[in-house]
């Protein structure tokens, strides 16, 4: 099938640029699909064991784009943020504040039938600019309806808490402090959730001890809700990615046994919202 040219006007600058910032994680690749009502992102690797869900409202980022009933949905593949970034920036330091422009896209029947794009032409007064995209099978797909039904399932959890930006920090700087300790023997550089079903507590530490953090239950002015349904011990190991992209005020963790993707598998969700959301495996650490 031949290409089309799906047209746009008014692409916010600032607000694209803060879109793309929440997908820059580790050089991993990503794709960024947009329908009429929603742009989203998924960044994660082939194994999904890490899951970034990033979404906005499409008239959020652009005045008016031409999509049409046949021309629905659209999928940008990059295998990494930098030259979408660089681009971007050529516009924010010339303080050019909207785009208009245009995507090249194809018909790709084998992704949900979507129309990938091959390239983005930006347009200003005085800079134009194109960026091209990936072909498909170089970047991992994730469908909305596996996401959604699937793996985005909070309603079986077994924690449910709250954590503020000052306490994934501080996981961080000990985390950190692990790395600095030299004793790659030991170390794993990942964090250690341990919960007490008898006594309902939770800390964070490290698998050697070298460092903990208690999740104080009785301190209101830090932490909000909190559920622990579990009824079993239980020592987890999270990765540290996960912490590294919490910038909210505050995120609802939830720990979840998913049995919805052919097996039983342990998740930790960052939720700030339905719409901005982390997801890592966990793996159980033995004592």
Same mark, same amino acid.
């Given at each position: 099938?031949?290409?089309?040219?799906?047209?746009?006007?008014?692409? %916010?600058?600032?607000?694209?640029?803060?879109?793309?910032?929440?997908?820059?994680?580790?050089?991993?690749?990503?794709?960024?699909? #947009?329908?009429?009502?929603?742009?989203?992102?998924?960044?994660?690797?082939? =194994?999904? =064991? +890490?899951?970034?869900?990033?979404?906005?409202?499409?008239?959020? $980022?652009?005045?008016?784009?031409?999509?049409?009933?046949?021309?629905?949905?659209?999928?940008?593949?990059?295998?990494?943020?930098?030259?979408?970034?660089? %681009?971007?920036?050529?516009?924010?330091?010339?303080?050019?504040?909207?785009?208009?422009?245009?995507?090249?896209?194809?018909?790709?029947?084998?992704? *949900? !039938?979507?129309?990938?794009?091959?390239?983005?032409?930006?347009?200003?007064?005085?800079?134009?600019?194109?960026?091209?995209?990936?072909?498909?099978?170089?970047?991992?797909?994730?469908?909305?309806?596996?996401?959604?039904?699937? $793996?985005?399932? $909070?309603?079986?959890?077994?924690?449910? +808490?709250?954590?503020?930006?000052?306490?994934a920090k501080s996981t961080l700087k000990l985390i950190d402090f692990e790395k600095d300790s030299g004793d790659k023997a030991t170390?794993?550089?990942?964090?250690? $959730?341990?919960? =007490?079903?008898?006594?309902?507590?939770?800390?964070?530490?490290?698998?050697?001890?070298?460092?903990?953090?208690?999740? @104080?239950? @009785?301190?209101?002015?830090?932490?909000?809700?909190?559920?622990?349904?579990?009824?079993?011990?239980?020592?987890?190991?999270?990765?540290?990615?996960?912490?590294?992209?919490? *910038?909210?005020? =505050?995120?609802?963790?939830?720990?979840? *046994? *998913?049995?919805?993707? %052919? !097996?039983?598998?342990?998740?930790?969700?960052?939720?700030?919202?339905?719409?901005?959301? #982390?997801?890592?495996?966990?793996?159980?650490?033995?004592?």
């Amino acid at each position: 099938m031949s290409s089309k040219l799906v047209k746009f006007k008014g692409l %916010g600058v600032e607000k694209f640029v803060g879109f793309v910032g929440n997908i820059d994680i580790n050089a991993l690749p990503f794709s960024i699909e #947009i329908k009429s009502d929603r742009v989203t992102s998924k960044v994660h690797p082939s =194994t999904k =064991t +890490f899951v970034k869900y990033f979404s906005v409202q499409t008239d959020e $980022l652009f005045e008016e784009i031409s999509l049409t009933d046949e021309v629905d949905y659209l999928r940008f593949n990059m295998v990494n943020v930098k030259k979408l970034k660089e %681009g971007l920036n050529v516009y924010k330091q010339a303080d050019i504040k909207k785009l208009d422009g245009e995507f090249d896209v194809i018909y790709d029947e084998g992704n *949900n !039938k979507s129309w990938r794009i091959n390239h983005i032409k930006l347009k200003s007064k005085h800079v134009n600019l194109k960026i091209s995209g990936h072909e498909s099978h170089k970047v991992p797909f994730l469908p909305d309806e596996v996401w959604k039904d699937k $793996l985005y399932d $909070l309603s079986d959890y077994l924690l449910k +808490f709250e954590i503020n930006t000052a306490f994934a920090k501080s996981t961080l700087k000990l985390i950190d402090f692990e790395k600095d300790s030299g004793d790659k023997a030991t170390s794993v550089h990942k964090s250690i $959730l341990q919960y =007490t079903a008898k006594d309902k507590t939770l800390l964070f530490k490290s698998k050697d001890d070298k460092w903990k953090i208690n999740y @104080n239950l @009785n301190d209101t002015s830090d932490y909000g809700e909190f559920d622990f349904k579990s009824n079993q011990d239980m020592l987890l190991a999270i990765q540290e990615i996960a912490f590294r992209l919490l *910038n909210a005020p =505050t995120y609802t963790v939830y720990l979840v *046994n *998913n049995t919805k993707m %052919g !097996k039983s598998m342990l998740l930790v969700f960052f939720v700030n919202n339905d719409n901005d959301v #982390i997801m890592s495996s966990v793996a159980t650490v033995k004592r």
